[in-house]
């Protein structure tokens, strides 16, 4: 008894364990094959959900398929950091106790590679020259369009810029949109940095012809005898 509340005092202390498979009964949770016998395999230990003591039962799984889980949980959740993390980390070998701090540094490894490429991926984005803002007198001024056209970024007629799905999402924008100033920014950031983010390479003379019928508006108060005379002209 006094051994069994040691073991479960000490399940309660680490959420991990390690050795080597006795019998090869044990399947890993993740792959769901089967674990050899005399395989290293690394147990998550968490809450017995069928025991009606409160005990604790290991989810056996290979080394390299618990630290592909580690790989895609959040930071904050836990996983094996050092051997201390470990119930049984005394009775391995040494080689066995390299192979899991091996992977161990290799998940810290990519994740710190992951953390210092985000702020480069910014900086680049930061570097990209502005282009010229577009307002609502582009659709006014065939010179402004003209320039625009020729800037330093290519027309590109097969990009996604030039797709009429893109036409239709920024009618769509544009009549969603209230006010003339929200119009107005939503046209500027498309032609300022298109589709990608990265620069607009479509062709802006094509672009202001299709949305120029669209800023027409025309009011018909016509009563019922105007109708009629018109129609009978025709």
């Known amino acids: 008894m006094a051994d069994d509340g040691q073991q479960q005092e000490e399940g309660e202390q680490k959420k991990f364990a390690a050795d080597r498979a006795k019998l090869g009964r044990a399947g890993c949770k993740k792959c769901k094959q089967k674990i050899e016998t005399g395989e290293l395999r690394v147990a998550k230990i968490a809450p017995n959900p069928f025991g009606s003591g409160g005990g604790c039962m290991k989810m056996w799984h290979h080394v390299k398929?618990?630290?592909?889980?580690?790989?895609?949980?959040?930071?904050?959740?836990?996983?094996?950091?050092?051997?201390?993390?470990?119930?049984?980390?005394?009775?391995?070998?040494?080689?066995?106790?390299?192979?899991?701090?091996?992977?161990?540094?290799?998940?810290?490894?990519?994740?710190?590679?992951?953390?210092?490429?985000?702020?480069?991926?910014?900086?680049?984005?930061?570097?990209?020259?502005?282009?010229?803002?577009?307002?609502?007198?582009?659709?006014?001024?065939?010179?402004?369009?003209?320039?625009?056209?020729?800037?330093?970024?290519?027309?590109?007629?097969?990009?996604?810029?030039?797709?009429?799905?893109?036409?239709?999402?920024?009618?769509?924008?544009?009549?969603?949109?209230s006010s003339y100033l929200t119009k107005t920014s939503i046209v500027r950031d498309f032609f300022n940095k298109g589709t990608e983010g990265d620069g607009f390479r479509g062709d802006v003379l094509l672009w202001c012809r299709l949305l120029l019928p669209g800023a027409v508006k025309r009011v018909y108060n016509l009563q019922s005898k105007q109708i009629i005379k018109l129609l009978s002209r025709v």
């Open 65 to 177: 398929c618990i630290f592909e889980v580690f790989s895609r949980q959040r930071a904050t959740t836990a996983r094996i950091e050092s051997g201390d993390d470990v119930e049984g980390w005394d009775a391995l070998s040494p080689e066995d106790q390299e192979e899991i701090m091996s992977h161990v540094s290799n998940l810290t490894g990519t994740e710190k590679k992951g953390k210092t490429t985000t702020p480069k991926a910014k900086q680049t984005k930061q570097k990209t020259p502005t282009k010229p803002a577009v307002t609502s007198a582009v659709a006014k001024s065939p010179t402004v369009a003209t320039n625009i056209s020729n800037a330093a970024i290519p027309s590109d007629k097969m990009h996604k810029d030039n797709s009429f799905r893109e036409f239709r999402r920024l009618c769509a924008d544009i009549a969603n949109a």
